[in-house]
């Protein structure tokens, strides 16, 4: 089992910057992948980053590429999304997940965060 906590979330205005942070435990991580995903009220889960954790391998929804990074502390066992250039449309509560594969994928996670919101006003 791996236990995954978020934090990091909050309102800012747009054009601002957040960083979320998920911290991982009762695994070592070095053969998963891990995710954020996000969901906006009315809308499905969706895809944003993911970082295998051993090769460090990096892979971006479209809509935030360019603005996003997903990065990760080892020694922490944390990963972190530092969201730069924030836009109404990225408001959405994000969760961390991890994958039991260090092969990248933007589906089939296996274990889930409980999600911290992110709120862009304009």
């Known amino acids: 089992q791996v236990q995954l906590v978020e934090s990091g979330g909050g309102s800012v205005q747009t054009g601002g910057s957040l960083r979320l942070s998920c911290a991982a435990s009762g695994r070592t991580l070095s053969s998963y992948t891990m995710g954020w995903f996000r969901q906006a009220p009315g809308k499905e889960r969706e895809f944003v980053a993911a970082?295998?954790?051993?090769?460090?391998?990096?892979a971006y929804a479209d809509s935030v590429k360019g603005r996003f990074t997903i990065s990760r502390n080892n020694a922490k066992n944390t990963v972190y999304l530092q969201m730069n250039s924030l836009a109404p449309e990225d408001t959405a509560v994000y969760y961390c997940a991890a994958r039991t594969s260090a092969s990248i994928s933007r589906v089939r996670y296996d274990y889930w965060g409980q999600g911290t919101q992110v709120t862009v006003s304009s």
């Open positions: 970082i295998s954790w051993a090769s460090g391998s990096t």
